[in-house]
């Protein structure tokens, strides 16, 4: 089945045509209607609900909630997706763009595009679909003037005396909710650096600020936005190049952004016996101090000759020191390359006879 619905054109007023259109299209497949589609699409639930229809698994840990900086998430993680799918970054939306309404046809125009990259996925649902476009009109001749009559003086109306204004209810301050850190990977994930006002090939840090909580209105905390920056900023000269911010977004994952942010290059010599896991070099040290005491005999209790992902897991959580999951699993890909699931007690002690505190460290932020 096809919708059909009109051109629409960067630039101009919102066709409401082709948003009656959309909205029609996004009703049959998610069997659903809409009494107010901008505001019930606005927390990004209805377009991630619409990726997972076409293709199942595009979009993860969304959901519901009038919390902001939940919905500009959810955003995020849609835009994520229609990227995987294919569709071009220039085509596909930002938070602001909807949650803003700053730019309603960048919607439509990102939605027709998930019409069309769904064809490919094997969608058997309705999609969109664009007619030719319509001849212009040809405009009538012009008219010739006509003059105006003349106009008869108006005589004032009487003044009537102006009432005192009343007293202004005094606003009630509300705090700005700021961007929370896992928020502000999604975001970061799915910025392209062309929306971030590249003029000559660099972007200078007060630029960078503006464009990303005025202009975009994504409300980062400055001093994580400054960090940020710092680290992509790998010449320390003030200004991030296109090719700077590829290097950052190829590394950067929730690990990364958690160190950076939590200070992994803080030095503490000792983290003390009722150690905890933290996110930096403290809890690196005792990690390591951890690791090359381990005798791995006592994690082979088949007595297989192997150590297994498992029991390498289960006896770091049960140390009960808050090691991330995704520490533990870092560590153990560095150990088993080959991605079997064990390795020989052989293998693993050369592993740990070879690890630094500087490889774990790396091996932790990687």
Known sequence: KVLKSTIMTENKPLDEEHVAAVQAWMEEILDKKYND????IRDGVELCDLLNKIKPGTCKKYKKSKIVFVARNNLAIFRKGCIDIGIDEGRVIIPSDLYDRQNLNQVISNLYCVSG????????????????????????????????????PTPPPPKEPTPPPEPSPEPSPSPEQKVDDSSLLAIFKTLPFKRLGDDDGRIHWTQF????????????????LRICFDDIDTDKDEYITRDQYRDWMEKLNSLHLQVLLKGMSQEVVDAGSQWS??????GVNALYDELTT???????????????????????????????NMVIDK???SMDNGGYGRVTIGDYGQYINELTKEKLKNCIIG
């Open 37 to 40: 589609f901008w505001e019930e």
């Open 117 to 152: 990259k769904s064809v490919k996925y094997g969608f058997a649902g309705p999609v969109l679909k664009e007619p030719e476009p319509p001849k212009e009109p040809t405009p009538p001749p012009p008219k010739e003037p006509t003059p105006p009559p003349p106009k008869e």
């Open 209 to 224: 600020r503006d464009k990303v909580n005025n202009d975009l209105g994504l409300n980062i905390d400055e001093d994580k």
């Open 277 to 282: 896991f933290s996110f930096n070099q403290a």
């Open 294 to 324: 381990i005798n791995p005999r006592n994690l082979d209790s088949g007595q297989t000759g192997n150590v297994t992902k498992d029991a390498f897991s289960g006896y770091l959580v049960g140390l009960g020191k808050n090691i991330p």
């Open 331 to 333: 560590i153990w890909k």
